[in-house]
């Protein structure tokens, strides 16, 4: 059995709304590790796809950028797909975004701006989402793999500015990462999950910063290379591999779902951050965040 995982960001340079960290799980039920990273949109080929281009009878699962298009409703349309799609085959759906945030404990800011809720689906048909998630379902069962976890860390821009005070993005960002492996490693105490994370920053060296998040542990240096650094950790008797390796989002399946899922949170929160502002100025154009259109928005509003 494996159990291989995925962390990844959305968020991470904004002038509004929140800095998101999804995590994944895939279990692969009859899969030998010593096989090393399974392909698993190879395994799911018949219900899963890695394109927009090909998602009209399967699910496109990749990094969230490739699949995200434009800042209208149906932009969202198969970031949500494919998220509520895997949500459902562990039997978790939703009729609004509070349900979802409550579920994966995703904390949302209490601002003015952001006490609304959006009824789910947002930009999918719920009947279509029905058949996504029966077609998945099948094709999970089919290859011996199943969805056994999704979590999202949500750090609203207070929070943000509080925690860069003294140190930087990087780190913020660095720590919440290890809060998921943390979790994943917990749950999976005794099956050495494999933890998949994009580089942070360019950089090729981890090892000293992991023994900060882990006093304790006993840390192995598997690899350091321009293309991947690996690191086997032994915590509290417990074993996990973690690689950080560049496109991870586009080479692991759990990284491409945690992108996803980073990304669809955080577009959801800013749904509310957009809603409340275009009820007072109803002519104003809604904003995804990001420094350049956030200039014209803040100027505007």
């Known amino acids: 059995m494996l159990v291989y995982a995925g962390i990844d960001e959305a968020g991470y340079g904004p002038m509004f709304g929140p800095l998101c960290v999804g995590a994944s799980v895939l279990v692969l039920e009859k899969y030998d590790p010593s096989d090393g990273e399974p392909d698993v949109w190879s395994m799911l080929s018949h219900c899963v796809c890695k394109t927009r281009r090909d998602a009209k009878k399967r699910i496109a699962v990749n990094d969230s950028k490739k699949l995200k298009s434009g800042s209208t409703r149906k932009g969202l349309l198969h970031l949500e797909r494919g998220v509520l799609s895997f949500f459902a085959t562990m039997e978790q759906q939703f009729l609004n975004d509070e349900q979802l945030f409550d579920a994966i404990s995703c904390r949302v800011s209490k601002e003015l701006w952001c006490n609304t809720n959006t009824t789910l689906p947002y930009s999918n048909d719920k009947q279509a989402l029905k058949i996504d998630a029966s077609l998945l379902r099948r094709g999970l069962e089919k290859a011996d793999v199943h969805c056994a976890l999704l979590r999202c860390i949500s750090v609203d821009a207070a929070k943000y500015n509080e925690r860069t005070e003294h140190s930087s993005k990087a780190a913020l960002n660095f720590s919440l990462a290890m809060q998921h492996v943390d979790a994943i490693t917990k749950q999976w105490a005794n099956e050495h999950p494999r933890i998949m994370i994009d580089r942070h920053g360019g950089r090729i060296q981890y090892r000293n910063d992991l023994q900060l998040c882990w006093p304790n542990a006993q840390i192995q240096i598997l690899t350091e290379t321009q293309e991947m650094s690996r690191y086997r950790l032994e915590i509290d008797g417990s074993l996990c ?49 990001y420094v350049q259109d956030g200039r014209r928005f803040l100027k505007e509003i």
């Open 241 to 289: 591999t973690i690689t950080f390796a560049s496109k991870s989002d586009e080479r692991h399946m759990p990284v491409a779902l945690a992108s996803m899922l980073a990304k669809y949170i955080r577009e959801l929160m800013m749904v509310r951050f957009n809603r409340y502002f275009v009820d007072q100025i109803p002519e104003l154009k809604p904003t995804a965040g």
